[in-house]
């Protein structure tokens, strides 16, 4: 069965730094673009990052460009979330979805002094 992990989440002070991570397996993660959601209390879901399944393309929501850097890994079936310069806003539950079929269960992200 498909099973979506997400792990790597905690407490930051503002402009500090977390790395999340994310293991797949039961799909064909190789062909799969792999996405990045997060959703703050009392907002909507929204698309933060993606890895595209080839050619190494990613793409950034506006909110994050320039301070997070999404990756994978094809043979340990993993994506990662690098976070830098995090500020409060930046605090919400981040999932990891598998080509916009599967999702894990989240990691919560607090961005506090």
């Known amino acids: 069965q498909v099973q979506i992990v997400e792990s790597g989440g905690g407490l930051v002070q503002p402009g500090g730094s977390l790395r999340l991570s994310c293991a797949a397996s039961g799909f064909t993660f190789s062909s799969s673009a792999m996405h990045w959601y997060r959703q703050a209390p009392g907002k909507e879901r929204e698309w933060v990052a993606t890895?595209?399944?080839?050619?190494?393309?990613?793409n950034y929501a506006d909110s994050v460009k320039g301070r997070f850097t999404i990756s994978r890994d094809n043979v340990k079936n993993t994506v990662w979330l690098q976070m830098y310069s995090l500020k409060p806003e930046d605090t919400a539950v981040y999932y990891c979805?598998?080509?916009?079929?599967?999702w894990g269960q989240g990691t919560q992200v607090t961005v506090s002094s």
């Open positions: 890895a595209w399944a080839a050619g190494g393309r990613t």
């Open positions: 979805n598998a080509g916009h079929r599967f």
